[in-house]
Protein backbone atom coordinates (compact mmCIF):
# COMPACT_ATOMS: atom_id res chain seq x y z
CA UNK A 1 0.00 0.00 0.00
CA UNK A 2 1.22 3.34 -1.21
CA UNK A 3 1.37 6.02 1.71
CA UNK A 4 2.82 9.11 3.48
CA UNK A 5 2.69 9.23 7.44
CA UNK A 6 3.21 12.20 8.70
CA UNK A 7 4.90 13.18 12.31
CA UNK A 8 2.70 14.44 15.34
CA UNK A 9 1.65 17.64 15.85
CA UNK A 10 3.80 20.56 17.14
CA UNK A 11 3.64 23.11 19.37
CA UNK A 12 5.96 25.65 19.56
CA UNK A 13 6.30 29.45 20.88
CA UNK A 14 7.45 32.32 18.22
CA UNK A 15 10.60 32.51 17.54
CA UNK A 16 11.04 28.72 17.83
CA UNK A 17 12.60 26.34 15.09
CA UNK A 18 10.58 23.42 13.77
CA UNK A 19 10.51 20.63 11.71
CA UNK A 20 8.16 18.43 10.31
CA UNK A 21 8.35 15.02 8.79
CA UNK A 22 6.43 12.86 6.24
CA UNK A 23 7.34 9.24 5.76
CA UNK A 24 6.37 8.25 1.97
CA UNK A 25 6.46 3.95 1.94
CA UNK A 26 5.17 1.50 -0.84
CA UNK A 27 6.91 3.00 -3.92
CA UNK A 28 9.87 4.59 -5.56
CA UNK A 29 10.33 7.09 -2.93
CA UNK A 30 13.05 8.93 -4.93
CA UNK A 31 11.08 8.70 -8.46
CA UNK A 32 8.04 10.81 -7.29
CA UNK A 33 8.14 14.79 -6.20
CA UNK A 34 6.19 15.27 -2.85
CA UNK A 35 4.81 18.33 -1.92
CA UNK A 36 3.85 20.31 0.98
CA UNK A 37 0.24 22.11 1.39
CA UNK A 38 -1.26 24.44 4.36
CA UNK A 39 -4.55 24.77 5.15
CA UNK A 40 -4.91 27.54 7.78
CA UNK A 41 -7.88 27.04 10.59
CA UNK A 42 -10.83 27.39 8.62
CA UNK A 43 -9.23 28.10 5.32
CA UNK A 44 -8.75 26.69 2.02
CA UNK A 45 -5.52 24.89 0.58
CA UNK A 46 -2.52 26.74 -0.16
CA UNK A 47 1.07 24.61 -2.65
CA UNK A 48 4.23 25.93 -0.70
CA UNK A 49 6.24 24.15 -2.53
CA UNK A 50 7.84 20.89 -3.86
CA UNK A 51 10.88 18.35 -3.73
CA UNK A 52 11.88 15.61 -5.93
CA UNK A 53 13.83 13.46 -3.63
CA UNK A 54 16.20 11.90 -6.56
CA UNK A 55 17.72 15.09 -6.79
CA UNK A 56 16.61 17.24 -4.23
CA UNK A 57 15.29 19.59 -6.66
CA UNK A 58 13.02 22.05 -5.11
CA UNK A 59 10.46 24.71 -6.09
CA UNK A 60 8.57 26.98 -3.72
CA UNK A 61 6.12 29.28 -4.01
CA UNK A 62 7.05 33.04 -4.36
CA UNK A 63 4.66 33.50 -0.86
CA UNK A 64 6.27 30.54 0.92
CA UNK A 65 10.19 31.01 -0.60
CA UNK A 66 12.67 32.21 2.32
CA UNK A 67 9.98 31.07 4.94
CA UNK A 68 10.27 27.45 4.91
CA UNK A 69 12.91 25.01 3.63
CA UNK A 70 11.80 21.53 2.15
CA UNK A 71 14.37 18.85 2.03
CA UNK A 72 14.07 15.20 1.84
CA UNK A 73 16.33 11.99 2.84
CA UNK A 74 16.57 9.12 0.28
CA UNK A 75 17.98 6.91 2.73
CA UNK A 76 14.39 7.08 5.24
CA UNK A 77 12.11 7.86 2.58
CA UNK A 78 11.45 11.03 4.27
CA UNK A 79 10.38 14.28 3.29
CA UNK A 80 10.98 17.32 5.87
CA UNK A 81 9.23 20.82 5.83
CA UNK A 82 11.25 22.93 8.54
CA UNK A 83 10.89 26.42 10.34
CA UNK A 84 13.58 28.40 11.43
CA UNK A 85 11.87 31.15 13.06
CA UNK A 86 8.28 30.47 13.62
CA UNK A 87 5.46 33.12 13.40
CA UNK A 88 1.89 33.19 14.86
CA UNK A 89 0.91 32.76 11.50
CA UNK A 90 2.41 29.59 10.96
CA UNK A 91 -0.40 28.35 12.71
CA UNK A 92 -2.53 25.45 10.62
CA UNK A 93 -2.46 21.88 9.57
CA UNK A 94 0.12 21.31 6.96
CA UNK A 95 -0.48 18.23 4.28
CA UNK A 96 2.49 16.45 2.30
CA UNK A 97 1.18 15.51 -0.99
CA UNK A 98 2.32 13.07 -4.19
CA UNK A 99 1.09 13.45 -7.36
CA UNK A 100 -0.08 10.63 -9.72
CA UNK A 101 2.88 9.83 -11.82
CA UNK A 102 6.66 9.50 -11.31
CA UNK A 103 8.58 12.68 -11.75
CA UNK A 104 5.00 14.54 -12.36
CA UNK A 105 4.21 17.47 -10.32
CA UNK A 106 0.26 17.19 -10.27
CA UNK A 107 -2.18 16.45 -9.15
CA UNK A 108 -1.88 15.01 -6.22
CA UNK A 109 -4.00 11.31 -5.37
CA UNK A 110 -1.89 10.14 -2.11
CA UNK A 111 -2.01 13.06 0.89
CA UNK A 112 -0.53 12.40 4.55
CA UNK A 113 -3.09 12.86 7.29
CA UNK A 114 -1.27 16.18 8.07
CA UNK A 115 0.62 17.71 11.16
CA UNK A 116 -1.07 20.14 13.00
CA UNK A 117 1.48 23.27 13.83
CA UNK A 118 0.62 25.13 16.80
CA UNK A 119 2.47 28.63 17.70
CA UNK A 120 1.68 30.43 20.64
CA UNK A 121 3.48 31.96 23.83
CA UNK B 1 0.62 33.03 -10.73
CA UNK B 2 -2.89 31.73 -12.02
CA UNK B 3 -5.59 32.78 -9.86
CA UNK B 4 -8.38 29.96 -9.68
CA UNK B 5 -11.46 31.43 -8.97
CA UNK B 6 -14.59 28.88 -7.03
CA UNK B 7 -18.40 29.62 -7.04
CA UNK B 8 -20.78 29.73 -5.50
CA UNK B 9 -18.63 30.24 -2.34
CA UNK B 10 -22.08 27.26 -0.38
CA UNK B 11 -24.04 25.36 -2.18
CA UNK B 12 -27.23 23.78 -0.29
CA UNK B 13 -28.71 20.92 -2.43
CA UNK B 14 -31.23 18.24 -1.74
CA UNK B 15 -30.31 14.56 -1.72
CA UNK B 16 -31.05 13.02 -4.75
CA UNK B 17 -30.58 16.34 -6.81
CA UNK B 18 -27.07 17.83 -8.63
CA UNK B 19 -24.58 19.67 -8.05
CA UNK B 20 -22.50 22.16 -10.15
CA UNK B 21 -19.37 23.75 -8.87
CA UNK B 22 -17.22 26.17 -10.95
CA UNK B 23 -14.00 27.01 -10.98
CA UNK B 24 -12.68 30.34 -13.38
CA UNK B 25 -8.60 30.04 -13.79
CA UNK B 26 -7.18 33.91 -14.83
CA UNK B 27 -5.24 32.37 -17.48
CA UNK B 28 -5.41 28.96 -19.69
CA UNK B 29 -4.78 26.43 -18.05
CA UNK B 30 -5.36 24.16 -20.97
CA UNK B 31 -6.58 21.13 -19.42
CA UNK B 32 -4.33 20.38 -16.35
CA UNK B 33 -7.15 20.96 -13.99
CA UNK B 34 -7.90 18.59 -10.74
CA UNK B 35 -10.87 18.62 -8.70
CA UNK B 36 -10.39 17.48 -4.67
CA UNK B 37 -12.77 16.13 -1.96
CA UNK B 38 -12.31 17.65 1.61
CA UNK B 39 -14.74 15.64 4.32
CA UNK B 40 -14.49 17.81 7.84
CA UNK B 41 -11.74 15.97 9.23
CA UNK B 42 -9.92 14.76 6.73
CA UNK B 43 -7.07 14.96 4.55
CA UNK B 44 -8.18 16.28 0.44
CA UNK B 45 -9.67 13.49 -1.87
CA UNK B 46 -8.33 13.42 -5.86
CA UNK B 47 -11.62 13.26 -7.05
CA UNK B 48 -11.02 14.23 -11.04
CA UNK B 49 -7.32 15.16 -13.41
CA UNK B 50 -7.14 16.04 -17.05
CA UNK B 51 -9.92 18.39 -16.51
CA UNK B 52 -12.79 15.02 -17.03
CA UNK B 53 -10.83 11.83 -16.05
CA UNK B 54 -12.02 10.29 -12.75
CA UNK B 55 -9.55 9.02 -10.08
CA UNK B 56 -9.30 5.77 -9.17
CA UNK B 57 -12.11 4.34 -6.80
CA UNK B 58 -14.41 7.84 -7.82
CA UNK B 59 -17.50 6.97 -9.15
CA UNK B 60 -19.59 7.99 -12.27
CA UNK B 61 -21.37 10.26 -10.00
CA UNK B 62 -18.47 12.78 -10.30
CA UNK B 63 -18.09 14.51 -13.80
CA UNK B 64 -15.45 17.07 -14.44
CA UNK B 65 -15.54 19.27 -17.73
CA UNK B 66 -13.99 22.27 -18.98
CA UNK B 67 -10.77 23.80 -20.64
CA UNK B 68 -8.68 27.01 -20.92
CA UNK B 69 -10.04 28.96 -18.15
CA UNK B 70 -13.88 28.10 -17.48
CA UNK B 71 -14.17 24.64 -15.59
CA UNK B 72 -17.46 22.66 -13.74
CA UNK B 73 -17.32 19.82 -11.25
CA UNK B 74 -21.42 17.96 -11.99
CA UNK B 75 -21.85 15.82 -8.64
CA UNK B 76 -25.40 13.84 -9.41
CA UNK B 77 -27.69 11.78 -7.44
CA UNK B 78 -26.53 13.74 -4.07
CA UNK B 79 -25.92 11.53 -1.16
CA UNK B 80 -25.35 12.54 2.18
CA UNK B 81 -21.53 11.72 2.30
CA UNK B 82 -20.92 14.51 -0.49
CA UNK B 83 -20.97 16.90 1.70
CA UNK B 84 -17.60 18.47 1.88
CA UNK B 85 -15.01 21.30 0.56
CA UNK B 86 -14.39 20.98 -3.04
CA UNK B 87 -11.19 22.66 -4.49
CA UNK B 88 -10.31 23.30 -7.85
CA UNK B 89 -6.37 22.92 -8.97
CA UNK B 90 -4.43 24.24 -11.62
CA UNK B 91 -1.01 22.13 -12.33
CA UNK B 92 -0.25 23.99 -15.86
CA UNK B 93 1.87 26.86 -14.85
CA UNK B 94 4.06 27.14 -11.53
CA UNK B 95 5.34 27.85 -8.95
CA UNK B 96 2.76 27.67 -7.34
CA UNK B 97 -0.24 25.33 -8.54
CA UNK B 98 -3.16 26.87 -7.01
CA UNK B 99 -5.63 25.58 -5.41
CA UNK B 100 -9.23 27.95 -5.61
CA UNK B 101 -10.67 28.74 -2.56
CA UNK B 102 -13.06 26.39 -2.17
CA UNK B 103 -17.35 25.95 -2.53
CA UNK B 104 -18.78 23.95 0.47
CA UNK B 105 -21.56 21.51 -0.36
CA UNK B 106 -24.37 21.27 1.93
CA UNK B 107 -26.93 18.80 1.40
CA UNK B 108 -30.37 19.88 2.68
Known amino acids: EVRLVQSGAGVRKPGESLKISCKGS????????IAWVRQMPGKGLEWMGI????????RYSPSFEGQVTISADKSTTTAFLEWSTLKASDIGMYYC??????????????WGQGTMVIVSS | EIVMTQSPATLSVSPGERATLSCRASQSVSNNLAWYQQRPGQAPRLLIYGASTRATGIPGRFRGSGSGTDFTLTISSLQSEDSALYYCQQYNNWPPHTFGQGTKLEIK
Open chain 1, 97 to 110: ARPREEADYGPFDI
Open chain 1, 26 to 33: GYSFTNYW
Open chain 1, 51 to 58: IYPGDSET
